[in-house]
């Protein structure tokens, strides 16, 4: 079962009218929030972010917090599946086509969720290989827009490369990935982007900056230059559905040691752990 405009009815039932400005501009955002268990890891976080990319594009919010969370929960509670992905949409509605916004127009809400797919065992034993190339996105990237054809187009950069993803630098500078966050390690230090205009701020990010501190992993935000990335100790990736992924080559080139880093270690566990804490705090009675 889907969520489309309110009512909860299968896949094959929820259509979207062509002039949907979602399929027309890409003109909506989204979110997607990762379950284990049945209950929604980080739920309010995600669901702030939406309301933060909503206000952001000037989309009006069609539903209270309150709201947002017996939707999620709603559909969480319709699907086979203990460990989900839910995904959220919101498009500015339909509309004669025109750039300008349209007026009295309600907006559309689509959510569906599918299983969870975690990276396998082996990706997190060994580690990953990415790509870099330049980032050529907008200069908007704080907002989680379905306008992703600039993530589409980095992200198949690695796919063609048989990679996981595609770490991005503008001017020099690293900013995320196509659909990660990115962290390096040297000498003991997590160096991270700090959030702006050019990076989405992560769930995720937050989640690794809150078990870095707990574990007294030194964290620096700071302008992180394509040098230093290249001569990373470790080098990771985070996001709802790669959690923490070490990469272990870029660009054909070893990252460290080659393997996933001791630093990369505590902190794969300290999320495992973090998430069994939370789970149990927030699960749902059957
Ligand atoms: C471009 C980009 N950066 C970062 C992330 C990580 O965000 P989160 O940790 O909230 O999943 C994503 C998630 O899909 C993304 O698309």
Redesign the pocket.
């Known amino acids: 079962m889907v969520f489309l405009n309110g009512t909860f009815l299968p896949l094959e039932q929820a259509k979207v009218p062509v002039l949907d400005r979602g399929f027309i501009f890409g003109d909506g955002v989204y979110e997607?929030i990762?379950v284990y268990s049945r209950a929604p890891f980080r739920m309010d976080e995600?669901l702030a972010?939406l309301e933060r990319s909503l206000g952001a594009v000037r989309i009006r919010n069609p539903h209270a917090r309150e709201q947002w969370r017996e939707i999620v929960l709603g559909l969480i509670e319709r699907q086979p599946w203990d460990d989900q992905a839910v995904y959220v949409q919101v498009t500015r509605g339909v509309a004669k086509r025109d750039h300008a916004f349209p007026e009295g127009v309600e907006p559309t809400v689509f959510a569906m969720s599918n299983p969870l797919v975690n990276p396998p065992a082996a990706l997190v034993d060994d580690g990953a290989r990415a790509v870099s190339a330049a980032d050529n996105r907008w200069l908007r990237?704080d907002i989680?827009s379905t306008s992703?054809i600039g993530?589409v187009l980095l992200r198949q950069v690695s796919a063609d490369a048989g990679a996981v993803e595609t770490i991005l630098f503008r001017d020099g500078v690293l900013t995320?990935?196509?659909?990660?966050?990115v962290f390096v390690a040297k000498n003991g230090r997590l160096l991270s982007p700090p959030k702006s205009n050019l990076?989405?701020?992560?769930?995720?990010?937050?989640?690794v900056v809150e078990i870095a501190q707990q574990l007294a992993i030194p964290i620096e935000f700071r302008d992180v230059r394509e040098a230093e990335v290249r001569a990373a100790d470790e080098l990771w990736l985070?996001?709802?559905?790669?959690e923490i992924l070490a990469v272990v080559e870029l660009d054909g080139k070893t990252v460290g040691e080659g393997r996933p880093g001791p630093l990369y270690r505590r902190a794969w566990q300290g999320y495992q752990d973090f998430k069994r804490r939370v789970m149990r705090r927030e699960s749902i009675p059957a």
């Open positions: 997607l990762p995600h972010r990237c989680k992703l993530n995320e990935a196509s659909a990660s966050n990076i989405l701020p992560g769930i995720t990010y937050d989640v985070t996001s709802s559905s790669k």
